[in-house]
């Protein structure tokens, strides 16, 4: 697909939200953020997507994290939409702001756009205080995106981040469960890293590639 992608760097748009205008690497400093799109207003799969942000804004704020949306219609109609969003989803609060794209020029800059429909997708990216897109989701027009996955994930990213990158996590990881030692760190440098030791799984290869650590 093209467009920016993987460790790109998100461009430095400026944008005009349900809260004010901005650039996007100016909201994205020294935090990362959860940006996620919506081909347009009074949608329902999209009013269920922006009601679980809103419900689920406590645990981003707990890691640090920012949220950002974006819905290719104008402010006044995001405004318009929001008491809908919060309706439908009893507990939710829009307290992040929305983009409006309403002439369908941001969505393909970040590329946000679905190659089925030829046209703006529900897409998701985690953008890091560098500005870069660590990950990225894009959901086909009949799938919602499962928020525990997105928190997941965003977990995911921010513990190998702490490590540096020395470590990754396995598959169905949850916070507080071991993680896997990256092949780029040698014993050596692991026994440094976790001073509490760690284990290699016995495999028939006899290789010691599967070694695993917990860490906090």
Request: with cysteine; aromatic share 8%; net charge negative.
């Amino acid at each position: 697909m093209p467009g920016i992608t993987l460790g790109d760097t998100v461009p430095n748009l400026e944008v005009e939200t349900t809260h004010r205008n901005f650039k996007l690497h100016d909201y994205f400093a020294d935090s990362w953020t959860v940006l996620f799109s919506h081909p347009g207003d009074f949608t329902p799969v999209c009013t269920t997507e922006l009601g679980a942000m809103g419900k689920y804004a406590h645990e981003f704020e707990q890691r640090g994290v920012k949220l950002l949306g974006l819905s290719c219609d104008d402010i006044q109609s995001h405004k318009d939409w929001i008491p809908d969003i919060e309706a439908f989803t009893p507990g939710s609060k829009v307290t992040y702001p929305i983009i409006a794209d309403p002439n369908k020029e941001i969505i393909p800059q970040l590329n946000m756009i679905d190659p089925i429909e030829n046209g703006p997708s529900r897409a998701l990216h985690i953008v890091g205080p560098d500005c870069k897109i660590k990950l990225s989701f894009l959901y086909p027009s009949t799938t919602g995106r499962n928020m525990d996955e997105v928190l997941r994930a965003l977990d995911s990213l921010l513990m190998a981040a702490k490590h540096k990158n020395k470590i990754a996590t396995p598959v169905n990881w949850k916070p507080d469960e071991p993680v896997v030692i990256s092949p780029a760190v040698s014993d050596e440098e692991a026994k440094k890293l976790f001073p509490q030791g760690f284990k290699t799984a016995e495999l028939p290869s006899k290789k010691g590639y599967l070694r695993v650590a917990d860490v906090s």
